[in-house]
């Protein structure tokens, strides 16, 4: 059974940049959620997606955006990257509307974005 | 708004020493707690969970218990192993319509022989 996949595991960009990040989620599942972890920090919610559809969002500027496919994969793309940016992103997947309200996400390994 | 505060680390044990890390949270309603662990280089994987008042969660030989009076979610152990030297970060899901799951800051704890 795949569990949650992201790429790539490692990325650096330069400022100003605009970077794709991608996730697979766990087979079966159909919802995504994007965390956004910065060193010594705990995850921080930056939107879900259900149905293709952003279901929520957090506090976080438009420059971050995402897509959801026909297949569930997910895609989260900043804009105009900054030095703040630099943080360990994170995909979690649960399935449909009972997963969503029981909170049973299950976070993939992340992929390490560094702006330089 | 929502919020979790953990105890600050990093915390140091001997093998075989009892773990507590604190967790205190707010919250609207009643929400969902949780206990990921975050090994070094990895994602997070859940601990254990309680969803109402007075439930224990257990996993793994770890446990807490959801205290609504105190509002705390206390992870213990009560012999700990250098296999569980990692982060330990507490959530909430408020519930309400609130899809998202609200973190501490993490504990670093590291187990020596």
């Known amino acids: 059974d795949a569990g949650v996949t992201q790429s790539p595991t490692h990325l650096i960009k330069t400022r100003g940049q605009q970077v794709t990040l991608r996730c697979s989620p766990k087979?079966?599942?159909?919802?995504v959620s994007w965390y956004q972890q910065a060193l010594g920090q705990g995850p921080q919610f930056i939107f879900q997606?259900?149905?293709?559809?952003?279901?929520q969002r957090g506090n976080f500027p438009d420059r971050f955006s995402g897509h959801q496919f026909p297949n569930y994969s997910s895609e989260l793309n900043v804009n105009a990257l900054l030095l703040g940016d630099s943080a360990l992103y994170l995909c979690?997947?649960?399935?449909?509307?009972?997963?969503?309200?029981?909170?049973?996400?299950?976070f993939g390994p992340g992929t390490r974005l560094t702006v330089t | 708004g929502d919020s979790v505060t953990q105890m600050e680390g990093p915390v140091t044990l001997s093998e075989e020493a009892f773990l507590t890390i604190n967790c205190t949270y707010t919250a609207t309603g009643y929400p969902s707690l949780f206990w990921y662990v975050q090994y070094p280089g990895e994602g997070l994987q859940l601990l254990l969970k309680?969803?109402?008042?007075?439930d224990k969660g257990s996993n793994k030989g770890f446990e807490a218990t959801y205290r609504k009076e105190t509002t705390s979610f206390h992870l213990e152990k009560g012999s700990v192993q250098v296999s569980d030297s990692a982060v330990y970060f507490c959530?909430?899901?408020?519930?309400?319509?609130?899809?998202?799951?609200?973190f501490g800051k993490g504990t670093k704890l590291s187990v020596i022989p």
């Open positions: 087979s079966g599942h159909d919802t």
């Open positions: 979690a997947s649960s399935l449909g509307l009972q997963g969503a309200l029981t909170y049973e996400q299950y």
């Open positions: 997606y259900y149905e293709e559809e952003e279901r």
């Open positions: 959530a909430l899901g408020s519930g309400a319509g609130s899809y998202q799951l609200t």
């Open positions: 309680a969803t109402k008042a007075d």
